[in-house]
C-alpha cells in the first residue's frame, strides 16, 4: 500500500512544478503555434522534477543509512542526470551546446553536494546540541 503523504507530497510537486512550466511556457513560448509535443515535455520534466525532489530525496536524506559519501555521490550523479535529461527535453541545440561540459558539471554538482551536505550538517549537529542542552538542563533543574 502506498503511504498516503507520500502519494500528496509527490502529487503537490507535481502540480506545483507543472503549473510553473506551463506559466513559463505561456509566457515565452510562440502563442501562435501550438506544440502538443510541448506539453508532453513539460509534463514528462514535471514528473522528473517531482520524483527527484519529492520521493528520492526525501528518501536518499532521512531514510537510507549509507554512508555519507555514497549519499552525496547518488545524490550528485541523479541530480546530474535529472538536469541533463531536462535540458535535452527542453532543447536539443542547448544540450548540444553543453555537452563537452558535462563531466565539468558533474564535478561542480559533486562539489556543491559537499559543502551543502557538510553545512547542513553542521547546522543540525548544533541545533541537536541546543535541544539536548536544554533537556540536560531541565533533568537537573528537577
Sequence with gaps: MVNKSLFQNISLK?????????LIQSLFF??????????????VISLILSLTFALF????????TWPAWLN?????????????LI????????FQY???YLWLILIITLMIHSAIF?????????NLAK????QLAKYQNQ
Design 57 to 64: 530525496y526525501p528518501y536518499l536524506w532521512q531514510r537510507s
Design 30 to 43: 510562440d502563442q501562435d503555434h501550438a506544440y502538443p509535443y510541448l506539453a508532453l515535455k513539460l509534463f
Design 14 to 22: 507535481f502540480i506545483a512544478t507543472h503549473s510553473a512550466l506551463i
Design 72 to 84: 552525496i555521490l547518488i545524490a550528485s550523479l541523479v541530480n546530474w542526470l535529472a538536469g541533463i
Design 98 to 100: 553543453i555537452r563537452p
Design 118 to 126: 557538510y553545512a547542513f550538517s553542521y547546522y543540525q549537529n548544533q
Design 87 to 94: 535540458i535535452y527535453l527542453l532543447s536539443d541545440a542547448l
Design 131 to 134: 535541544q539536548l542542552n536544554k
